[in-house]
């Protein structure tokens, strides 16, 4: 029992820093961790392995809002959150945004669970025609975001050209330094898609005073919001060749991330916490990896899986009141100026992303940093701009394979 509570413990410290830190993904501290596994599985045993895996996994997946909302930094999970986040805090409602999405990452949770029990009895019988139907979803839900649009020819341009993107960025992802095990192209593309352009592009003046008088929304209004993201976030979880980015993509054809922020950010906190918890059914079920972190469980002997979701189940307790005190913080923020800190968040990016993935890196991001300044340059949706994942996955889905 206490080396289970060591790594649970283990595993909300190093969520915590990767969620923290730009540039640092759960999966790196997983690779990590797998690589002091000899010292570390005879102190902890199998199941405390297990535990800080799994409680890293889930604090990471609470805590990446926060850079999203405070410094505008965007990863694989915040991609499209990054924008009605930080908008918030220039609102001087930034704690509040940090808080309704810890909410629905709690009722991602509390929703999540009981599906991933189902989905290890339904995933063995459906996942070979899943496997076929996986690109004419992805058409279908990109094709009703494009012509639900106002400018359907410019997002239609901006999806294909991002898309053209990330299938060079992927072929070539061998040039990536890779270092420590974190050099994923994925940074350098998601950050010049969503991070420099919103950044570079910010209004100038102080940061406004953060006030937080309790919540605007009802409890009931999150969980609502985050049941359609809790599904979301397990479907793609389920399906091959899928990230919660793409999540992402299909919560914003129903819930406008520019119109209903609040409700947004709570479907997207679900659907980042179901993504996490279906990886733990998939693994369990038909033996797929869909993260880094089921990946190390190569490493050792997987525990029941009751015991992985009731792991999952006391670090997001452990990880919402994290979050939450973190969030009371956000007042010391008030005062500081916008333009200086935009300036240092952005040099900060671009030298991450230098050290992570080096020249080949820098090279992506400033293309993808060009292509993601067109949506504000001419005031469209910057949803389209997930055709950098989307498209490579779909050829790939259709046994086009180009990467």
């Known amino acids: 029992m206490i080396h289970v509570l060591a790594g649970?413990?283990?595993?909300?410290?190093?969520?915590?820093?990767?969620?923290?830190?730009?540039?640092?993904?759960?999966?790196?501290?997983?690779?990590?961790l797998l690589g002091f596994s000899p010292t570390l599985l005879p102190l902890l045993g199998p199941e405390g392995m297990a535990a800080i895996l799994i409680a890293t996994l889930?604090?990471?997946?609470?805590?990446?809002?926060?850079?999203?909302?405070?410094?505008?930094v965007p990863d694989d999970g915040t991609s499209l959150s990054v924008l009605p986040a930080h908008s918030l805090t220039l609102n001087g409602k930034g704690e509040e945004a940090v808080r309704i999405s810890a909410l629905g990452s709690l009722w991602g949770v509390i929703f999540a669970i009981p599906l991933a029990f189902a989905a290890l009895w339904f995933i063995p019988l459906l996942q070979s025609s899943v496997d076929i139907l996986t690109g004419s979803l992805l058409v279908l839900i990109m094709g009703m975001i494009i012509v639900r649009s106002e400018a359907t020819g410019w997002l239609c341009a901006i999806c294909l050209v991002s898309?053209?993107?990330?299938?060079?960025?992927?072929?070539?992802e061998y040039l990536s330094w890779?270092?420590?095990g974190a050099g994923s192209i994925l940074m350098p593309l998601l950050t010049g898609l969503f991070g420099l352009p919103f950044l570079l592009t910010a209004s100038e003046g102080n940061i406004p005073r953060q006030r937080f008088s309790g919540l605007s929304m009802q409890t009931r209004s999150v969980a609502r919001a985050a049941l359609p993201g809790t599904i979301a976030g397990l479907v793609v979880g389920w399906l091959p060749g899928?990230?919660?980015?793409s999540a992402n993509t299909v919560i914003s054809g129903w819930i406008p991330y520019d119109q209903e922020r609040l409700l947004y950010l709570a479907a997207i906190g679900a659907s980042t916490l179901a993504n996490s918890i279906i990886?733990?059914?998939?693994?369990?079920?038909?033996?797929?990896?869909?993260?880094?972190?089921?990946a190390a469980f190569a490493g050792f002997e997987t525990p029941p899986v009751l015991f992985l979701l009731t792991i999952a189940c006391l670090a997001a307790l452990g990880a919402y009141v994290i979050t939450i005190s973190l969030a009371g913080m956000a007042s010391s923020l008030s005062g500081l100026n916008s333009s200086y800190l935009n300036t240092w968040v952005a040099i900060a990016l671009v030298l991450v992303c230098g050290i992570l993935t080096g020249p080949f890196g820098l090279v992506i991001l400033m293309l993808a940093t060009a292509i993601g300044m067109i949506p504000e340059m001419i005031d469209v949706s910057r949803v389209p701009c997930m055709g950098v994942v989307t498209i490579p996955v779909i050829l790939y889905s259709f046994g086009i394979v180009v990467i």
């Open 8 to 32: 649970i413990t283990g595993g909300l410290m190093c969520g915590t820093i990767s969620g923290l830190t730009p540039g640092i993904h759960a999966n790196m501290i997983a690779a990590l």
């Open 58 to 72: 889930i604090t990471h997946s609470f805590l990446e809002i926060i850079p999203a909302t405070f410094l505008g």
């Open 163 to 172: 898309g053209i993107l990330g299938l060079f960025a992927f072929r070539f």
């Open 178 to 180: 890779n270092t420590l």
């Open 242 to 245: 899928l990230s919660t980015a």
């Open 279 to 294: 990886g733990i059914a998939v693994f369990v079920a038909i033996g797929r990896m869909r993260n880094g972190v089921m």
